[in-house]
């Protein structure tokens, strides 16, 4: 199992990063390698390659909102496929009225060979994948 996790603030307000982040197709767009094909307002299937060595695996989840709670700005979601159990959630939290801090977990676990191949990959990229959320998520919000 991998647990991969991204905290970070970005400057704009809270109802536009929770209107971004609570949309489960930004949400898979956010993480680097991930295709997305929307299914309906809180479904969509992500794709992704996963390589270690001479090993590349296509995998694909359909991941689903589960809690999408306005008030608090904190939403779940969950998904399956591929061999693959997925869940995660979003945190948001007004620093200020144009600034918020956002903490994202997203757990990944395999089962069987693959299953170790997943967690290999994922477990050294728990930085990468920080970063490049962080990255993703202030780029579409902080436009000029």
Do not use: C
């Amino acid at each position: 199992m991998a647990e991969l996790t991204a905290t970070f603030t970005v400057d704009a307000p809270i109802d536009r990063t929770w209107a971004y982040l609570s949309n489960i197709d930004n949400l898979g767009r956010s993480v680097q390698g991930v295709t997305v094909r929307t299914v309906d307002a809180d479904t969509s299937v992500w794709t992704m390659q996963a390589k270690a060595g001479f090993i590349t695996k296509k995998f694909e989840i359909t991941m689903r909102v589960t809690v999408r709670d306005e008030a608090q700005h904190r939403g779940e979601f969950s998904g399956s496929g591929s061999g693959l159990q997925a869940a995660g959630t979003i945190d948001l939290r007004e620093i200020d009225p144009g600034q918020t801090a956002v903490a994202m977990v997203l757990i990944v676990e395999g089962s069987g060979v693959m299953g170790s191949l997943v967690d290999g990959v994922l477990a050294s990229r728990r930085e990468e994948f920080r970063r490049r959320v962080a990255d993703h998520v202030k780029a579409e919000l902080e436009r000029g």
